[in-house]
């Protein structure tokens, strides 16, 4: 229950000290989140643990800025990312010819 994960997330506020059922539990919610934005939508997950400073790399593409702004903003209010995640920098962009952006952002 939420109440339940809030209650741990004060005790001791370590992803990895919850119990894999719990954290299995918390990435469902988590993911089904992000399955409100399928077909706005495609993500590219890598992992870096023990590489750098982030266990995790999150690339999302979409064709219209307000979809990823839009799944950020959700996403981050899901249990386990508002009680356990430590955002790093996020950076957006477009990607075509020059012409076609210059026209996207007129």
Not at 12 to 25: A, F, M, P, T, V
Request: charged share 25%; hydrophobic share 40%.
């Amino acid at each position: 229950s939420l109440r339940r994960q809030r209650q741990m997330c004060i005790r001791d506020s370590n992803w990895y000290r919850l119990e894999y059922d719990d954290r299995k539990e918390l990435m469902y919610e988590h993911g089904a989140s992000g399955r409100q934005f399928a077909g706005r939508i495609v993500q590219l997950i890598t992992a870096s643990t023990g590489l750098d400073d982030w266990e995790w790399g999150v690339t999302l593409f979409g064709v219209k800025m307000d979809d990823l702004k839009d799944t950020v903003y959700t996403m981050r209010y899901d249990t386990a990312s508002a009680l356990y995640a430590d955002f790093g920098p996020f950076y957006a962009g477009m990607v075509g010819p020059v012409d076609a952006i210059m026209a996207r952002t007129a």
